[in-house]
């Protein structure tokens, strides 16, 4: 596949001017899946703030506190990596998202904002930014859901892919609380250990169907994108992510409904551990079916790649930058999997 496609470009597989774009698209891709799994219970718990008695919200905020500044490197990196490595997509994607953008931006900002300065503020104004680090949580996953909805659709404006957008914010706010819920299954006991399960369980059926129209609207908005998987060769390798996906619900779904029972308190691990399986399969899948484009029948990672002696520059950079942000990331989520104390 590869070989075929630097032919058809004109192009030696093992030229920089080939090579260096796809693996900047490759770094862009980690980025991004991970800000979505790990910055991603961060928003969940975040979202799940209001469902919670007021008591409980000041421990789910510390629970967090470990994992903040790691969380917020993602979405730093990822688009600065996208602003360097593609500056002709910048522009052109920019202009098409521009109102889902604000919105995770502001989300974003608001999160920050709230966090630090819950810390700082009396006893008295505390539970009023715990609300905007709700408000934030909220912004943001809904943000996150109207991108991917807009990239899906080719960036159409019309009613009915407005109303679509609409939907998977919605969806995306449930996969964020999913996985926020999850993780408080996972590290939490007592009341909240209890909560949490049924907020899962509650959120896992609006994911599911955000997934699946995501994946629906993916075929019918773009007829290449329905030819690359209804052949035999791409059947062949979509069927097993699909029952994987699959799995991986109907798996959260038995194991949240026995974690009350004392004997399968072990298997708290595992409704956070399928979820993850879950963003990376729907990540992958979306990128298998826009690739090679950055805008879709529009722009290749080619065409929008910067030259080759800038794109040295960012690897060079990359090269430096990425040993770092592993060590920093595995000290701060060395105990990610655990029981809080």
């Known amino acids: 596949m ?14 920089p001017v080939f090579w260096m774009p796809l693996l900047m698209m490759g770094m862009l891709f980690v980025l991004i899946v991970g800000g979505a799994v790990f910055d991603g219970f961060d928003i969940g718990v975040g979202v799940l ?14 629970v967090l506190s470990p994992w903040r500044d790691a969380n917020e490197f993602w979405l730093l990196l990822s688009v600065g990596l996208f602003m360097a490595a593609f500056p002709l997509a910048w522009s052109a994607v920019l202009a098409q998202l521009f109102v889902p953008v604000m919105v995770t931006v502001l989300g974003v900002m608001l999160r920050s904002v709230s966090f630090e300065f819950r810390i700082r503020a ?20 809904m943000g996150h859901g109207m991108l991917l909805a807009n990239i899906v659709t080719g960036y159409q404006q019309d009613t009915p892919s407005i109303w679509f957008s609409v939907f998977i914010g919605i969806c995306a706010v449930a996969a964020y609380a999913l996985l926020g819920a999850s993780w408080l299954v996972m590290r939490m006991q007592g009341s909240l250990h209890a909560m949490a399960i ?5 959120a896992i ?20 994108i329905f030819y690359k998987w209804s052949n035999t060769t791409s059947l062949m390798l979509a069927a097993p992510v699909w029952f994987l996906m699959l799995g991986c619900f109907v798996g959260i779904d038995m194991v949240l409904n026995r974690l009350s029972q004392p004997k399968y308190r072990p298997l708290s691990w595992m409704p956070f551990s399928l979820c993850l399986i879950l963003f990376v399969c729907m990540f992958g899948g979306l990128a298998y079916s826009v690739f090679p ?37 595995l000290m701060s989520y060395r105990s990610l999997f655990g029981r809080a104390p």
Do not use: C, K
């Not at 590869?2 to 030229?15: C, Q």
């Not at 009396?122 to 996953?141: D, H, K, M, Y």
């Not at 990672?301 to 040993?323: C, F, G, K, N």
């Open 2 to 15: 590869i070989t075929g496609l630097a032919a058809t470009l004109g192009l030696d597989v093992f030229h």
């Open 49 to 62: 703030l209001r469902m919670a008695p007021e008591s409980e919200r000041p421990n789910m905020m510390v």
């Open 122 to 141: 009396s006893t008295e104004q505390r539970p009023v930014w715990i609300n905007r680090f709700w408000l934030g949580s909220v912004l943001t996953a």
């Open 198 to 202: 049924g907020w899962a369980r509650h």
């Open 205 to 224: 059926r609006w994911t599911a169907a955000g997934m699946v129209a995501i994946s629906v609207a993916l075929g019918l908005a773009n007829p290449a």
């Open 293 to 329: 484009y950055v805008i879709l029948d529009n722009m290749t990672l080619w065409d929008a790649a910067a030259s080759e002696s800038s794109l040295r520059l960012v690897l060079a950079a990359a090269v430096v930058a990425t040993p770092v942000m592993i060590i920093f990331n």
